[in-house]
């Protein structure tokens, strides 16, 4: 049953490496508990707090999807929101409470 352990191949180690190259900066340390984001909304887009890239505002519990910039579902960094912040002057905090009144507002 270990036998394929012991064989890998070149491309299984390459594979590996890829793997490695992957892990973004901003990777929770072992241990530290839940990836936890701000929901960041802005004029026309909102980002994820965690990793800056594109998010879905509503009806999103984590950060799954890039909205906007990959149709395909996936490309978030997992990370859960657990409160929002505005990252427009245009964007009130009436209408990020109106946005998600599940989520609380950033202390600022
Ligand atoms: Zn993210």
Do not use: Y
Request: negative net charge.
């Amino acid at each position: 049953m270990s036998e394929s352990r012991s064989s890998s191949t070149f491309i299984e180690l390459v594979e590996q490496f890829a793997r490695l190259d992957q892990s973004p900066a901003t990777a929770p340390e072992p241990g530290a508990g839940e990836l936890t984001a701000t929901l960041l909304v802005g004029d026309f887009e909102s980002s994820c707090g965690n990793c800056r890239k594109a998010t879905l505002v509503h009806g999103v519990d984590r950060h799954t999807d890039i909205s906007g910039w990959d149709e395909k579902p996936g490309g978030g960094c997992g990370a859960r929101f657990t409160d929002i912040a505005s990252a427009s002057r245009a964007v009130t905090a009436a209408h990020l409470r109106q946005l998600r009144p599940d989520l609380p507002l950033r202390a600022h």
